[in-house]
């Protein structure tokens, strides 16, 4: 598993990608009460605003951490969106995308990596 | 603020070592959330008693210097438009400071004593982010033979919740029986404090202030009854929200007039007809006339929260309002929103859009509050 400075992580299958927010982001956005997720089918470059997630207090947009097409999504996470919570690093994922480039992935850390950045932020 | 220091309550230590996750709010470095976390706090509140620190609030006493109340309440009578004067010992009211174009400078408490040797004095509590400019308003307008006294020595904490009375009563039995929007000047377990029934929550509660070098005492005290939990500004403002309550800055400011704002409530008949308040003019054509816009609770269908700033639209794609407040009601158990609305789609039941990241979602006019408020009338 890889992981973003915007606390996102990338489970890569192939050229698939599934994202979600990681264990320290959902404890930090709090209660989710709210997920809007893309479009099937949708295409994102590196960065855009791909979804949305709302605590109590106020919504955070979730950028694509790769560039790709959105080919799947979690639909559970509408009517339960707490899950973000009970389980942010599997059954709260967000989508799955077919990425463009995996080069893109390069240089991304990985668990032990985003530890100590986790530590530095403190 | 940003080469201004962040204020400091006297509990900033106590809501650190708590796990308070520390925040700015109007000056004050402030605890948003405790470990608990805002969801659980806000329905812990709802069911049992929460524990706020509001000592950031500004609290000062007006005296006159002949020693009546009546020359008190007629000098603050010219600022706000409720009616002062008939206030009782130990009585409270709602209501705001205008300026001449009867826009909205803050809203406050404001009460008179019901200590002996203390009737004549009047207790206010206004909001922390207007306080100092509130203070020179008065003090600008105080003519001689009046005194404003700022409590730059007391503290301010709630305990709101279903529980609380049980809590208060231990140490105050009165408590139990005071009714909504009334005080009492006592010791609690002897510690001095002006304890008033009311708060922001729409449950029953107190609001209590306290000296600073009792306040910590005060709240460990509290806290030793498990019934009792702290909570952060995250839930009070879900609380306030659901029931009903307008948050200054935001659903109310200078553009807003009482009467927009749905308070007209808090401006009692005599005062509505007679004026004699700053403002008075603007109130007196907005209840002629109505007025252009009204204050409205929104329900938002489905589970997206409408935020602060949405655009409301009519089912036709017109612009017809913006959302004022708006998130998620833990005991609602979904969206709530409030904001203001043109007249003609002010009505209970009327059907709206919200221009949520660009795409219309559909919306009804709603009456507040989201969640039954929970007074104690006697």
């Not at chain 1, 050229?15 to 997720?37: M, N, R």
């Not at chain 2, 409270?92 to 174009?101: A, G, I, K, M, S």
Request: with cysteine.
């Amino acid at each position: 598993m890889k992981y973003t400075e915007d606390h996102e992580w990338i489970q890569l299958d192939g050229d698939i990608a599934t994202i979600g927010v990681s264990a320290h982001a959902a404890e930090q956005l709090g209660d989710v009460v709210y997920v809007e997720l893309p479009e099937v089918g949708a295409e994102f470059d590196k960065g855009d605003d791909a979804a949305v997630v709302e605590s109590v207090k106020a919504a955070s947009e979730i950028y694509a951490p790769l560039g790709g097409v959105i080919t799947a999504v979690n639909e559970a996470l509408e009517e339960t969106p707490e899950t973000v919570n009970a389980a942010p690093e599997t059954d709260g994922w967000f989508f799955k995308m077919k990425i463009s480039d995996a080069s893109e992935l390069d240089g991304m850390m990985d668990a032990e990596a985003y530890k100590k950045f986790l530590a530095s932020e403190d | 603020m940003s080469d201004e220091e962040t204020k400091h309550t006297q509990l900033y230590d106590f809501h650190v070592e708590r796990g308070g996750k520390m925040v700015p709010f109007a000056g004050y470095a402030m605890p948003v959330q405790y470990p608990m976390g805002v969801m659980k706090e806000h329905l812990h509140c709802r069911a049992a008693a929460g524990l706020f620190d509001v000592s950031h609030m500004g609290q000062a006493f007006i005296i006159a210097d002949d020693g009546t109340f009546e020359t008190a309440a007629a000098f603050l009578e010219k600022l706000v438009p409720c009616d002062v004067k008939s206030l009782e010992p130990g009585q409270q009211r709602y209501t705001q400071f205008l300026n001449e174009d009867g826009g909205i400078l803050d809203d406050l408490m404001v009460s008179r004593l019901g200590l002996d040797g203390h009737e004549h004095w009047i207790y206010i509590v206004v909001n922390a982010g207007c306080k100092d400019a509130d203070f020179a308003h008065i003090n600008k307008n105080l003519p001689n033979g009046l005194k404003l006294k700022i409590l730059d020595d007391m503290s301010l904490i709630a305990l709101q919740g279903p529980k609380a009375v049980d809590v208060i009563s231990q140490y105050i039995p009165d408590a139990r029986t005071m009714p909504f929007m009334s005080s009492l000047d006592v010791p609690l377990n002897g510690m001095w404090c002006h304890i008033s029934r009311s708060g922001y929550t729409g449950e029953d509660g107190y609001e209590i202030a306290v000296k600073h070098t009792d306040v910590v005492a005060m709240c460990e005290l509290f806290l030793s009854h498990d019934e009792v939990e702290l909570i952060g500004l995250g839930a009070r403002d879900s609380l306030r929200l659901e029931a009903g309550l307008c948050l200054y800055g935001h659903d109310i400011d200078t553009t807003t007039s009482p009467v927009e704002a749905g308070l007209i409530w808090s401006i009692q008949k005599h005062r509505r007809e007679q004026g004699g308040f700053i403002g008075a003019a603007r109130v007196q054509k907005d209840i002629a006339e109505r007025p252009v816009r009204r204050r409205v609770g929104i329900q938002p269908e489905g589970r997206a929260p409408a935020r602060e700033g949405t655009i409301i639209q009519n089912t036709d794609g017109k612009e017809i309002g913006v959302i004022t407040s708006g998130g998620f009601g833990p005991s609602h158990g979904g969206p709530v929103a409030m904001g203001y609305v043109k007249r003609r789609y002010s009505r209970v039941g009327t059907d709206v859009n919200l221009l949520i990241r660009g795409k219309a979602k559909p919306a009804k006019v709603v009456k507040l509050p989201f969640v039954p408020n929970n007074f104690y009338r006697g």
